[in-house]
């Protein structure tokens, strides 16, 4: 299996807190799917923390590098989504949302305090997650005649492929993710049923 086959994510939450001067860090390291759920997650955190000046957080979503966002929330330009960002990508984790939480102890800490502040209360949250391999999925729609569910259902269970969408009517319409490394020997099999159309979506 080569490591094109997987890609690094979390599937546990964590809580990290780091202290510089008064100043509390608190980073919230999650794992997240879309952007939608990443905003629900912020609003609830502020919600828990109204006291708090700054939620600063960064998050990067999906396999092709291009979905993440940084935030400093009014902290100086660069010094907290950034490094945030940084931690999870020096992991090389995706799917993967951290919220660092700022209460102020009266005493400035200046842009490489703050850089560093950040950097490490994600970190110290990122160490108490393990990291997990998951597949890297290929999605499938496959349609079949409802008498062929079983044949097709041991295929998906046997090589591991999850099952995203279904619909069962006469005839049974299945959305799956097969993963890269099984992908030829999946669709060998299911072809060979020749009663089952494939196509990629």
């Known amino acids: 299996m080569s490591n094109e086959d997987f890609y690094q994510a979390i599937d546990k939450t964590a809580m ?3 202290k510089d001067r008064g100043s509390k860090f608190i980073a919230f390291v999650f794992p997240v799917q879309t952007p939608e759920a990443f905003k629900e ?10 006291k708090a000046v700054h ?3 960064a998050y990067r979503i999906g396999l092709d590098g ?3 966002r940084v935030s400093d929330d009014g902290e100086p330009s660069g010094s907290a989504g950034r490094p945030i960002l940084g931690q999870i990508d020096s992991k090389g984790l995706t799917d993967t949302g951290v919220i660092v939480v700022r209460y102020f102890g009266g005493t400035l800490l200046g ?9 490490t209360a994600t970190a110290m949250a990122l160490q108490l997650v393990p990291i997990v391999q998951k597949p890297i999925e290929i999605m499938h729609e496959l349609q079949f005649d409802y008498t062929r569910m079983n044949d097709v259902m041991m295929i998906v269970k046997q090589c591991n492929c999850s099952v995203v969408g279904q619909e069962m009517q006469l005839f049974c319409l299945l959305r799956i993710g097969i993963p890269k490394a099984r992908l030829d020997e999946v669709l060998y099999r299911l072809q060979d049923m020749h009663t089952v159309d494939v196509k990629r979506v």
């Open 16 to 18: 990290a807190e780091f």
């Open 55 to 57: 939620h600063c957080f």
């Open 41 to 50: 997650q912020l609003q609830q955190l502020k919600k828990e923390h109204p």
């Open 66 to 68: 291009n979905q993440f």
């Open 111 to 119: 842009v490489p305090g703050l850089t560093n502040a950040y950097k």
